[in-house]
């Protein structure tokens, strides 16, 4: 076919239509300047029924992508809250042993006990 320039002089690509009212017809168009044009008057009704089928389809595949995409993200926000109250009980425990560490080495240098070992300065 002969190539097409819409009103801006700008190749008009043809394309076919998806839509459920105009399956499978065939068009230029640029939507640059919205030259639109119809390349087929009519397709057959086999060919009609069988891309409304595919969109069919497609709708049901996205729908359940859509389904998968929010489970995904359930699971995720789950997994993110289990980190999320791991790291805090790691660091709860963490800062109980700090705590008790020097409140144990308060009393024991308060005690009068002659040092031994690692904290005895010369």
């Known amino acids: 076919m002969p190539e ?3 009103r801006c002089e700008y190749l008009a690509p043809m394309k076919m239509s998806w ?3 105009n399956p499978g017809k065939r068009y230029r168009g640029n939507g640059s300047c919205r030259y ?9 009704e086999c060919v009609s029924n069988m891309i409304r089928g595919l969109l069919k389809m497609a709708d049901k595949y996205e729908k359940e992508i859509d ?14 809250k289990k980190i999320w109250e791991s790291n805090m009980k790691f660091l709860y425990g963490f800062g109980s042993g700090v705590v008790f560490a020097v409140f144990v080495m308060s009393i024991w240098m308060r005690s009068g006990l002659p ?4 904290l005895q300065l010369k």
């Open 4 to 6: 097409v320039r819409c």
């Open 36 to 44: 639109f044009e119809w390349m087929d008057y009519d397709v057959s």
């Open 19 to 21: 839509s459920y009212v």
């Open 115 to 118: 040092s031994v070992g690692l």
């Open 67 to 80: 389904k998968l995409q929010f489970t995904i993200e359930k699971k995720r926000y789950k997994i993110n």
